[in-house]
């Protein structure tokens, strides 16, 4: 079936060093990604969204990149702190007359100090 | 600006029992999506309102069912809870339904 999934359950990093954190969808239907961060007993976080007529997003410490070719989203963090640490999820968003999102099953990163 | 709330923060349940939980969309948000989130998992999506009316349902049997009021605020019912039903419930609301979701955090739900 369709699904969005991602590539690493657990990234861990230093602080001060870049993450990258990968995501591979399957319905070239979806027109829209978001990623989301959550943290323990929380709901998820907007952190950047992108839609499939562009490649690159810019954020405040963030990028995302999207390779429509092989259906591949990757979330950039420069220099990583310790408050990144949180399970972060790519989701997509497919358009059937309503919008849902469909989530992957999230990467836990984690930063030490 | 005040962001989605949702209560109750938790809640205890048996099986066969019925629940109701609720959703204050952010200020101006028209859509409200409801997703169930189990332990480890992301988020799945159960249904959407728009303008007091459902715009979309997820693969959930019909015990799940909801509402959306005049000021947009929402309730999720899920009836006949099972086991399975334990999970993290969230809300989430947006401008409009193709617009990006905001997310409360969630009423943990738990069955006994």
């Known amino acids: 079936g369709e699904s969005v999934g991602l590539h690493l359950p657990t990234l861990s990093v230093q602080e001060g060093d870049n993450s990258i954190i990968n995501c591979a969808y399957s319905n070239s239907a979806s027109d829209y990604f978001i990623w989301y961060k959550q943290e323990s007993g929380k709901g998820p976080q907007f952190i950047i969204d992108?839609?499939?007529?562009?490649d690159k997003r810019q954020g405040q410490r963030v990028t995302v990149l999207l390779n429509k070719t092989v259906k591949h989203l990757s979330l950039q963090i420069a220099a990583t702190q310790p408050g990144d640490s949180a399970v972060y999820f790519c989701?997509?968003?497919?358009?059937?007359?309503?919008?849902?999102?469909?989530f992957g099953k999230g990467t836990m990163l984690l930063v030490s100090p | 600006e005040t962001g989605v709330t949702q209560s109750p923060t938790h809640l205890i349940k048996t099986r066969g029992q019925q629940v109701t939980l609720r959703c204050s969309s952010q200020s101006g948000h028209n859509t409200v999506s409801w997703y169930q989130q189990a332990l480890g998992q992301g988020p799945q999506f159960i249904f959407q309102y728009y303008r007091e009316e459902e715009n979309g349902r997820g693969n959930f049997p019909p015990r799940f069912s909801g509402l959306q009021f005049p000021n947009y605020s929402s309730e999720l019912n899920v009836n006949a809870l099972e086991l399975d039903d334990s999970a993290l419930y969230l809300c989430?609301?947006?401008?409009?339904?193709?617009?990006?979701?905001?997310f409360g955090d969630g009423t943990r739900l738990s069955i006994l």
């Open positions: 989701a997509e968003n497919r358009h059937s007359g309503y919008s849902t999102l469909t």
């Open positions: 992108i839609r499939s007529n562009m």
């Open positions: 989430a609301s947006s401008l409009a339904p193709n617009q990006p979701q905001h």
